[in-house]
């Protein structure tokens, strides 16, 4: 009964490296999720896949981001030249697509960029 | 038209007062309306969730009120506890798909 797990839980990485941030969903569900979520603020949509569809792409907020997921289980968020602007905590939620779509959120990756 | 609006963005209550967030929305093509607490350093986890065809909902010490005609819905919090503090969201999923749209959120102190 493992629920979603994300590492690294911190990240602190210089301005202009790549990150990657790695989720693993709950076995079984077929939608996964990813969020950015600043110091005190809501939750900003980054990307949605859906099984074996084409992930939904519209919440990413430049060419540097860009996710994967593989084998539709784990996913990678990839982050490339990080900004400062970048800096803030990463939320993954998994979910079975049954009715009302409840999302198990995963506890974050909070990445620091210098 | 795909916003949820809520408010306020910061509650202050006693111990065993009733906090209300409050929440609205434009798209009357929502389905079904989750809040979400989410305590420091975690994921958001569901809280209670309620569809357009009902008024009101209770769990516990949890309620939802829901007004389909002036497109809003709030939730309440009975004989709050230093616990509950947390930040709040509430959110409304489409008919057509199964993404939520999420409020702004809502950080509840409550105070011993």
């Known amino acids: 009964g493992a629920g979603v797990s994300q590492s690294p839980s911190n990240k602190v990485t210089e301005k202009g490296k790549d990150v990657e941030l790695r989720c693993d969903p709950i076995s079984g569900h077929t939608a996964l999720y990813w969020y950015r979520q600043s110091l005190g603020q809501g939750l900003e949509f980054l990307i949605y896949?859906?099984?074996?569809?084409?992930?939904?792409k519209s919440g990413l907020p430049s060419d540097r981001f860009s996710a994967e997921r593989t084998g539709g289980s784990v996913s990678t968020l990839t982050i490339q030249r990080t900004q400062q602007e970048d800096s803030a905590v990463y939320l993954c939620a998994s979910s079975r697509l049954r009715e009302y779509n409840e999302q198990f959120f995963g506890p974050g990756t909070r990445l620091t960029v210098l | 038209q795909q916003q949820v609006k809520q408010s306020p963005q910061s509650l202050i209550v006693q111990k065993g007062g009733i906090p209300i967030i409050n929440c609205a929305y434009e798209n009357t093509a929502f389905d079904y309306f989750p809040w979400y607490q989410q305590f420091p350093g975690k994921g958001p986890a569901l809280l209670i969730a309620i569809r357009p065809d009902v008024s009101e909902k209770k769990e516990g010490r949890f309620t939802i009120s829901f007004n389909k005609s002036a497109k809003q819905f709030s939730l309440h919090i009975m004989d709050s506890q230093p616990g509950d503090s947390a930040t709040y969201f509430c959110?409304?999923?489409?008919?057509?798909?199964?993404?939520?749209?999420w409020g702004a959120g809502t950080k509840l102190i409550i105070k011993p």
């Open positions: 896949f859906q099984g074996n569809s084409a992930p939904d």
């Open positions: 959110a409304a999923k489409h008919d057509s798909n199964y993404q939520l749209i």
